[in-house]
Antibody
């Protein structure tokens, strides 16, 4: 059974760096085809994809946020970390991590519960 | 960037009646491998999104057969044959060919 859980600060000040961790189980990010993505959702708004990391350490970023995002993985700990620099109140959102297997159904098929991050001074 | 446009943005449906949501992509979602990378999600109130349909028309495991997807290229449709109370929430289409982009969402409520 695949599960994912996001963790990180609930409140961050503007201009600070946000670090979020996705802890997962039920699959290995060293297995061919596996990937983990980050998606966010501002309160009352639509979903926005942020970043994705593959089993082979290939990475993809949203073009609009690429300069501020870094995604990394720790295969031994079954964790993926997303860092976002220079946060602003518009970055206030629920942040989700999700599993994707490009050799299977290819969608984000399993999602974490999400973690709400508020950016405010 | 690929833009995903959903219509309508809201639906009010009587239980037992059908519902349909359209999703149009600004670029073709057909890959050279023959797959079309278009997905449908439902986000129920207070929950994380859950996948309903992957690659245009394949129902994800456990999804009731009243949900169906169709389309090709840039035009796609999600249909619910008979809406039930548990179908309330926001429906999103998502493309996965040109990185990833979600539609604006379609809110479905029960009359």
């Amino acid at each position: 059974q695949i599960t994912l859980k996001e963790s990180g600060p609930t409140l961050v000040k503007p201009t600070q760096t946000l670090t979020l961790t996705c802890a997962f189980s039920g699959f290995s990010l060293s297995t061919s085809g596996m990937s983990v993505g980050w998606i966010r959702q501002p309160p009352g708004k639509a979903l926005e994809w942020l970043a994705l990391i593959y089993w082979n350490d290939d990475k993809r970023y949203s073009p609009s946020l690429k300069s501020r995002l870094t995604i990394t993985k720790d295969t031994s700990k079954n964790q993926v970390v997303l860092t976002m620099t220079n946060v602003d109140p518009v970055d206030t959102a629920t942040y989700y991590c999700a599993h994707r297997n490009i050799l299977s159904v290819t969608c984000f098929d399993y999602w974490g519960q999400g973690t709400l991050v508020t950016v405010s001074s | 960037d690929v833009v995903m446009t959903q219509t309508p943005l809201s639906l009010s449906v009587t239980p037992g009646q059908p519902a349909s949501i359209s999703c149009k992509s600004s670029q073709s979602l057909l890959h050279s491998d023959g797959r079309t990378y278009l997905y449908w999600y439902l986000q129920k109130p207070g929950q994380s999104p859950q996948v309903l349909i992957y690659e245009v028309s394949s129902r994800f495991s456990g999804v009731p057969d009243r949900f169906s997807g169709s389309g090709s290229g840039t035009d796609f449709t999600l249909k619910i044959s008979r809406v039930e109370a548990e179908d309330v929430g926001v429906y999103y289409c998502m493309q996965g060919l040109h990185l990833f982009t979600f539609g604006q969402g379609t809110r479905l409520e029960i009359k």
